[in-house]
């Protein structure tokens, strides 16, 4: 599985952004995807997941309500939806795919090159 994220961009607090991790392969349907973040001199922070048949996902509480995650197998993309920006929210987010829902950052098999968001007060 290939992944590759786009969407990022600069942003004023309180707006909006959407970014989406393409996938390729035939077997993209029978993995599980999460978005992971990075801040500049912070450790990698999970910020949501989407089961494979997309009908289940979860989210770190600093996203939650703000963020939505969600699938297009038939397109072979993900999308996270990030609305209500904060400044805190300024990072590189990667897309990552791994076959089993649940799993730790370091679980991730497939990685994206990531996609950097920067969210201005």
């Known amino acids: 599985v290939q992944l590759q994220a786009s969407g990022g961009g600069l942003v004023q607090a309180g707006g909006s952004l959407r970014l989406s991790c393409a996938a390729s392969?035939?077997?993209?349907?029978?993995?599980?995807v999460g978005w992971i973040r990075q801040a500049p001199g912070r450790e990698r922070e999970f910020v949501a997941a989407i089961n494979w048949s997309g009908d289940s996902s979860y989210y770190a509480d600093s996203v939650k309500g703000r963020f939505t995650v969600s699938r297009d197998d038939v397109k072979g993309t993900v999308l996270l939806q990030m609305n209500s920006l904060k400044p805190e929210d300024t990072a590189v987010y990667y897309c990552a795919a791994d076959r089993v829902y649940g799993s730790s950052i370091k679980g991730y098999d497939y990685w994206g090159q990531g996609t950097l968001v920067t969210v201005s007060s």
């Open positions: 392969g035939r077997t993209f349907s029978e993995y599980a």
